[in-house]
């Protein structure tokens, strides 16, 4: 029996967190994607009332295919191989660590203390360290002369060879075979499970998919005016695991509090069944861990999507071959004061990180109601 | 005495000691290269032990850093303060008064702690500008707090949800409203969730840096970006930068050490399900 003036003061408690959230967050997101899609930053930029325009899409369409901005679509390609390195490097490590720590070997506790303190730590801070010890030739590059072996050559951080390269302009039928691949898949796993009529279903947007890339792109017109080779930059390895080791630490501790949360019994039953430890992992234990999985995939790439800081502090923010969204809207805003293409590089950043963040809360959401 | 060498433990301990290896070897880099004198800092002999130990190099980072330490503990202190008590009041409603639409509030409230900051990064500088805030430590703060809000709430609120309806509403036949069932029974028992909430918003605020370096001016840097000026360059005598990543480092490991359980509560608590 709650009375309801107090239902009232309640409210009224929440209400200035609800408009700071509201204004902040949501009024603010508006702003951005509203200063987008006008042409402050000419002139006068940090005036009082600077002068704006629309324009409409003018700046996505610079960044995307415009002479002059390159350097944005590398960066985006950049983003999504972090992202893929780090969520699979850290979610690899995290689990081996976890399935060590599992069983409680003698000084557990020393041992999840020792894999976890990076998490504690500022990306200006690991960033700052592994930049030395990642210098080319000393640091890590010098460990193997300690057992006699010769020293590594490689320049972890300034290396300009890059793989995996692909023409910008074939970017839309790339697209079209991973979508369609990912259809055929969808299809394959509907056949097999007995949905034959919606297995064959889904081969259909494949099929237009496959045809229209590998044929009918031919008659489409080209994106960029000159073919614009972006690739895998090699020189993003030592910053990809400078992250790894920073983060691997988050997943071991998400694991291993689901390893954790299996019952004995599931175990005991396994090692009747005749399941060796590896077996009971690989197909008891891994199964339950999917939801943790799916949590960690959504952080991680959450992190890597908005990484700025480890990247600041281990090349700098000009540096194009290890550069990031995140750090190219930082300069296009506060060093070259173009505060409308900035604001058009953060939405393409949102929508990225939205991707994966709403379908996540709306499940978490569904969860508590239920 | 060595019955049966049991290799499942051998491989386990040795891969247990080799990891640990691997996660310590920065650190230990780290602390050799500040104790050394800068003429004897060379790459080819990075990983040996320093000679004759030269402790000028932390003193030498506090004289350039101190400044930035200590606007870095003034943000951290005083936001997490109100942010914790923000959070706590309005976990207490989130959980206690739950009112129709509840769970739909939540949730896009949660959504503000998964945003890259950059999509807000223009607005906020322009409205610390028009609020006079641009540029001080009270501007950095108020972002920090405000920001704060959703993961502080969820803390409390998933704390909060484990206290019995029972005991509320026993106290409510004693009489008590809002406040007084805060005070005499949700206060009380919110020792726990306080400990994990300052420490994940103290480490959070202190480790910041976007924020630090788009909003404040130079006599307000945090020390995150102080830490990043005195090591950016080229023609850097590694021994400050190690001694100022140590600086930097100090308070957040400490308390990862001395609270490393509540912190990993934290650190949990943001995968939002569960």
Do not use: C
Not at chain 1, 79 to 106: M, Q
Not at chain 2, 152 to 178: H, K, V, W
């Amino acid at each position: 029996m709650q009375f309801k003036s107090d239902k009232i003061v309640a409210l009224l408690i929440l209400l200035p967190s609800l408009i700071l959230v509201g204004i902040f967050v949501y009024g603010f997101i508006g702003q951005t994607v509203y200063v987008s899609l006008t042409d402050w930053g000419k002139g006068a930029a940090l005036a009082k009332n600077p002068e704006m325009n629309l324009i409409g899409l003018k700046n996505y369409g610079e960044l995307f295919s415009g002479f002059l901005n390159s350097r944005f679509r590398q960066d985006l390609v950049n983003a999504v191989f972090y992202t893929l390195f780090l969520v699979s490097g850290a979610l690899g490590v995290g689990l081996i660590l976890a399935i060590l720590l599992d069983r409680g070997p003698k000084g557990e506790s020393v041992f999840r203390t020792i894999f976890l303190y990076p998490m504690s730590l500022s990306f200006i801070v690991t960033g700052t360290i592994w930049r030395w010890l990642l210098a080319p030739r000393g640091g890590i590059n010098r460990l193997p002369t300690m057992i006699g072996l010769p020293a590594i050559g490689f320049r972890w951080l300034n290396s300009r060879q890059s793989i995996l390269n692909f023409n910008w302009q074939n970017l839309p039928q790339i697209t079209a075979i991973v979508v369609g691949a990912a259809f055929l898949f969808i299809a394959f796993r509907q056949w097999r499970s007995g949905l034959k009529k919606k297995g064959l279903l889904s081969l259909i947007p494949t099929l237009i998919l496959l045809l229209w890339a590998l044929w009918g792109a031919r008659f489409t017109p080209e994106i960029l005016p000159t073919p614009e080779q972006h690739g895998f930059n090699l020189a993003t390895i030592g910053i990809i695991i400078t992250a790894i080791w920073q983060y691997s630490g988050y997943t071991m501790a998400l694991y291993l509090a689901g390893l954790r949360g299996i019952s004995e019994d599931l175990r005991e039953a396994a090692r009747l069944d005749g399941a060796n430890q590896f077996q009971y992992y690989l197909n008891v234990a891994i199964p339950i861990l999917k939801p943790m999985t799916m949590s960690a995939i959504i952080i991680l790439a959450h992190i890597s999507l908005k990484m700025f800081a480890l990247i600041f502090a281990m090349t700098g923010p000009d540096n194009a071959e290890t550069s990031h969204p995140a750090v190219l809207m930082y300069l296009t805003t506060f060093r070259a004061n173009n505060f409308a293409k900035g604001a058009a590089i953060a939405v393409v950043l949102f929508v990225m990180v939205a991707v994966f963040i709403v379908p996540y809360l709306i499940s978490a959401y569904r969860e508590r109601r239920a | 005495m060595l019955k049966k060498l049991n290799w499942g433990k051998l491989v386990v301990y040795s891969a247990l000691v080799l990891f640990s290896l691997l996660y310590l070897m920065p650190i230990y880099m780290t602390i050799i290269t500040a104790l050394k004198h800068p003429v004897n800092i060379s790459l080819t002999t990075a990983w040996k032990l320093p000679g004759n130990i030269n402790w000028g190099s932390f003193a030498e980072a506090y004289n350039t850093l101190g400044p930035n330490f200590m606007n870095s503990l003034y943000l951290a202190v005083s936001a997490t303060v109100i942010s914790a008590i923000l959070g706590s009041l309005n976990g207490y409603v989130f959980s206690k008064w739950k009112f129709p639409g509840n769970e739909i509030v939540f949730t896009l409230v949660l959504f503000g702690m998964f945003i890259p900051y950059q999509i807000i990064l223009i607005p906020l500088f322009r409205v610390l500008r028009q609020l006079n805030l641009y540029g001080g430590i009270p501007g950095l703060a108020l972002a920090h707090i405000v920001y704060g809000i959703p993961i502080t709430s969820l803390i409390f609120r998933n704390f909060y949800a484990r206290i019995p309806e029972s005991m509320i509403e026993s106290a409510q036949m004693d009489g008590a409203g809002f406040f007084g069932i805060y005070r005499r029974i949700i206060l009380p028992l919110s020792a726990p969730g306080f400990v994990v909430v300052v420490i994940w918003q103290f480490t959070q605020i202190w480790n910041e840096f976007l924020w630090g370096i788009t909003l404040t001016r130079h006599s307000a840097n945090p020390i995150t970006v102080g830490l990043a000026q005195l090591a950016g360059g080229q023609a850097v005598s590694w021994n400050l930068p190690m001694a100022g990543s140590l600086l930097a480092a100090f308070p957040v490991l400490i308390i990862y050490i001395l609270m490393g359980r509540y912190f990993i509560r934290g650190l949990l608590a943001g995968s939002v399900k569960g």
